[in-house]
């Protein structure tokens, strides 16, 4: 079968999966419109957010009773005030600006994802696929499909794939003159960060692989029982649960993005229509390939793909402790081997950088709001709640939800589970709950409330050209429906 027979049958046959009864259809595309047009009119600019909520943690910080209880006096017998240690939590190294390292790790993922996409194989195949679908339906499924299955595999590479295929389908179908509904199709390229700590780049599970990670977060009573080989996947992430979950996910989100289109024209809202200009990616063949040029980048290149092969096969790497560092390494390499002139590459980096800005102010606010909850004991005490009114049944599901709400503040899976994950695992070995199920209760909730903060959709943002407020309403309505789907899990399992 040649490539454009196979794209007219994979296009025909999911119109058909668009053609259900218009009812429910009409139903649930009305409220994704509803929730969109209001909630979306209160949605801040995420700069924005982000300084509102480095003002209301202080504040919380204040005024909660109990904060800050374990701090003793000093020699001289004197207790620092709240707002002293708030401060100084704040500002410190291991506030404002501990995420440096992950800042740069970020904007590494945005202008190398970008320039990747910008290399004429590439662009040529994202193209490719972008032109199989045949309307904003079909789009939605193909993006939060892809989106969703690459965040089961690994969340950084997620965060460019989604927002590189929604950017694409969204030129293609304006191309060809096809209705288009684009703050749908960037909603749904956000989604690989509703199932990533359900995949194999979860942190909390993968974390707890290791003896020494493990006996670090594990209550005494159950060192013992796993100083051999840490907690394995196969009680976490391989676990019957989180099969249930996340694969349940990758065919609910898709689904739901089905029934969020609408249906009416006059509802559509194209990039054009929103003032996105997504013109083509220049070509970039103004720069002659002089032979030394030509060597160096291609050597350069083949070192970061050498590299990248070593760790995949090595005792120490696997995919499934691919990290950033790792994946801005091959996306680096591989778009110097496509580009084929570094100072080609350059330029596609320079047009990517300008996406960089809200990556570069708001993370460290950010992590200064990490530092705040956490030394005022904030995010323990959210936790403690949690427990306390909690039955060994219902346990996991309030710690889901605990987590839920502490991402909102915190939106930083390693960040949380090194403060919540041992509260979590003392009450479930005092609750008699599986330490495995215990892990995914915080991962869940983890990944969660990523469709309502939008700290991590800042690559896609920039990529898609879209603002918070055009995705919130939707990412909102698929986080409701996946909630259901996890909370089925945690309790039936």
């Known amino acids: 079968m040649t ?28 409220l994704g419109l509803l929730v969109t047009r209001t909630i979306g009119r209160w949605v801040p600019d995420p700069f924005i957010l982000a300084i509102g909520l480095t003002a209301l943690t202080a504040i919380l910080a204040l ?36 995420l440096l390292t992950f800042s740069m790790q970020m904007a590494m993922v945005l202008v190398t994802g970008y320039a990747l996409a910008a290399s004429p194989p590439i662009r040529k195949a994202i193209d490719g696929v972008a032109d199989f679908p045949r309307s904003t339906a079909s789009g939605a499924v193909l993006v939060s499909a892809v989106a969703v299955a690459t965040g089961l595999l690994n969340w950084g590479l997620a965060l460019v794939v989604g927002a590189l295929l929604a950017r694409a389908v969204g030129r293609s179908l304006e191309r060809r003159g096809i209705g288009c509904h684009y703050p749908l199709l960037a909603a749904a390229g956000y989604t690989g960060l509703l199932v ?46 989180n099969l249930f979950v996340s694969l ?23 990039p054009s229509s929103l003032g996105i200009t997504l013109d083509e990616t220049p070509k970039l063949d ?6 030394m040029e030509l060597l160096l980048g291609m050597g350069l290149g083949l070192a970061l793909i050498i590299g990248f092969s070593a760790y995949i096969l090595g005792d120490e790497g696997g995919l499934g402790r691919l990290g950033l560092n790792q994946i801005n390494a091959v996306m680096l390499g591989l778009g110097l081997l496509l580009h084929g002139s570094p100072t080609r590459y350059l330029r596609a980096v320079e047009d990517a950088a300008r996406g960089c800005a809200g990556i570069l102010v708001q ?15 904030m995010l323990a005490m959210f936790a403690a709640t949690a427990n306390s009114i909690s039955t060994p049944e219902t346990l996991p599901l309030f710690t889901a939800a605990s987590a839920a709400v502490v991402n909102i503040f915190v939106p930083s899976g390693g960040g ?34 990523n469709m309502l903060q939008p700290f991590w959709a800042l690559p896609l943002l920039a990529i898609t050209g879209v603002r918070a407020r055009d995705i919130v309403g939707y990412t909102a309505l698929v986080m409701l429906v996946a909630a259901v789907w996890i909370a089925i899990g945690l309790l039936v399992f």
Request: proline share 9%; charged share 15%.
């Open 3 to 30: 490539p454009a027979i196979i794209r007219h049958a994979w296009a025909s046959n999911l119109e058909a999966m668009t053609n259900t009864p218009r009812g429910p259809r009409t139903l649930v595309a009305g």
């Open 63 to 98: 005024v909660i009773p109990g904060t800050f209880a374990e701090v003793a006096a000093d020699a001289d017998g004197i207790t620092p005030s709240k707002f002293t240690l708030l401060l100084e939590a704040w500002w410190g190294d291991d506030g404002l600006w501990k």
């Open 196 to 241: 990533w700590h359900g995949g194999f780049s979860g942190s909390a599970p993968l974390k707890m692989t290791t003896p020494q990670n493990a006996a670090d977060v594990l209550p005494d009573s159950l060192v013992a029982e796993y100083a051999a080989q840490g907690v394995p996947l196969s009680e976490t992430l391989l676990s019957p649960m």
């Open 248 to 270: 349940g996910l990758l065919l609910i989100v898709p689904l739901v993005f089905l029934l969020l289109v609408p249906s009416r024209p006059e509802d559509l809202a194209s």
């Open 286 to 291: 103004g720069t002659p390939i002089r032979v």
């Open 363 to 377: 993370f460290p606010l950010y992590a200064g709001v990490m530092a705040m909850m956490a030394a005022s004991g």
């Open 416 to 449: 949380q589970w090194a403060v919540q994950g041992p509260i979590a695992l003392v009450a479930g070995a005092d609750a008699g709950v599986p330490v495995g199920k215990m892990i995914m209760s915080v991962a869940y909730g983890d990944q969660l409330t």
